[in-house]
């Protein structure tokens, strides 16, 4: 979304201003001004980056994976590795996480709005603040970390250069709004002055309506949003779309531009440290240029400083699609006329079992014979067969999920075969195998298709069903659909390909 965080605070105080103000001479509720504004500011934070999580908890869940796997490298190896093992048993719960998260941050903002419970809710407005200030304070400081050093090594600590941070978006307004984790450090540090001072004078905190229809309103909205949030990841894609893959989009255009955009940013100045006093110096490129040799036998270069871009950069710009050669077939998406189908899998569901099996050897005998070619004698090599050995070869059997089978039999196949016929071709992209493993799901699926990869990201942020259904047309991503919601072959030839 083209909207900056102060922008949205902004918004959010003018809207906690005047619900304060309606509380004070209206209702004549507060004991407080300034207490029940600071209630409702954050309240309404909380309520808003709680529900943007919510229409994609998937989302959530792929950012937290993003934390955890950060995490266990930096504790793995460290005095503390006995943490590390946590983290990839976290990330097998990431999506109930996730949406215990969301839930948690929604009705705590209820609670703020209500003033339920003040001493409580300042508890814990408390420590879900300090948790993220942790969290993204961990993240904005690995910018200071170079690549293949140890966050704990500080000794090895370098200058902020923003390409090191881990984790570049800390997912706190979802796909919404992306935040670098300096941004939201220092949100979260702004958080804290409200936090402490609602431990301090929780006393002061509003309250508005009795006690038993507060905890009417929160546990009903606590059953309406675990609802919604399954919603929009188990039976449905997210219903409100801030991805850049949203349907009747021109991505051919959208990466055009983006990509031109990125072309067209200059360089302004070179930070530059000084090799021997570690002195940091900035140069007008235009210098940096004119003094090329002697600049950079007496400086190193920490960061170049360019002009914004006047398209911001999505994951439209990386759209791209090959075979398992790594050739590029990203055309026929982006520049085909025909409608063409895409069965996007950003995880292939399956084991692999530690297998052995009999293996047949031919043995043969190299022997040298006489000839005659012309009336000279001449040395010729020939192999004789002669015998048979066997032997036990260790392998990796692939076994697919059932589950994960089912649906491509039952639903996506019949889409397939079905396009088939009116000439629309189909390409199955799947990240994560090999070409071995995708003639195995072709085999075991029956779906007669092109099998193509792209990177998981990529398609984790295309589509959030896996597999799912989209439909191509000249470049245009013109609708796609969850496997619980696709609909029959004739419908989707009716409406969008008339």
Known sequence: MNISIISLLTYIAIIGLGLTLLQKYMWKIPKSIFMSFLQNFTGILFLFSGWVKAVDPLGTAFKLDDYFAEFYVTFEGTAMSFIAPLFPLLSEYSI?????????????????????????????????????????????????????VNFFDFGSWGEYQKSNMRVTDCGCFGDFIKLEPRTSFFKDIFLLFPAFYFLWMSKDMHTIWTNGRRNWILI??????????????????????????????????????????????????????????????????????KNLSAITEEYETIEQ?????????????????????????TGPFLEGESARLMIPIYKAKYASIPSTRTVRDSIFANDTISVKIKGRDTISVTKTFVEVKQRQEEYYEVVWDEDFLSTLKTVIKPIVDAAAKDKVETS???????????????????????????DEKLLKTIMRSNPGVILWKKGVLLHKWHYK??????????????
Request: net charge neutral; charged share 20%; aromatic share 14%.
């Open 96 to 148: 109930a996480f996730s949406v215990f998260m969301i839930i948690f941050e929604i009705i705590l903002g209820l609670m703020l709005l209500m003033g339920d419970r003040p001493k409580l809710t300042a508890w814990l407005f408390f420590a879900l603040v300090a948790f993220f200030t942790a969290l993204t304070g961990f993240t904005f400081l690995t910018g200071y970390v170079p690549s293949g």
């Open 485 to 498: 919601k696709v609909p029959a072959w004739a419908d989707i030839k009716a409406e969008y390909l008339k």
């Open 220 to 289: 009903l909205s606590t059953i309406g949003l675990l609802l919604y949030c399954v919603y929009n990841f188990y039976w449905n894609e997210p219903h409100v779309d801030f991805r850049p893959f949203t349907n009747a989009t021109d991505i051919a255009a959208k990466k055009k531009n983006e990509i031109d955009a990125s072309h067209a940013v200059k360089i302004l100045f070179m930070k530059m440290k000084n090799k021997k006093t570690g002195e940091i110096k900035s140069f007008s490129y235009d210098e940096y240029l």
């Open 305 to 329: 400083i360019k002009t914004e871009p006047l398209i911001k950069e999505t994951k439209a710009s990386q759209f791209e699609v090959t075979n398992f050669d790594g050739d590029d077939k």
């Open 428 to 454: 199955v992209v799947i990240s994560g195998i090999d070409n071995d493993k995708a003639q195995s799901l072709a085999l075991a699926t029956g779906i007669n298709a092109e099998y193509l990869t792209a």
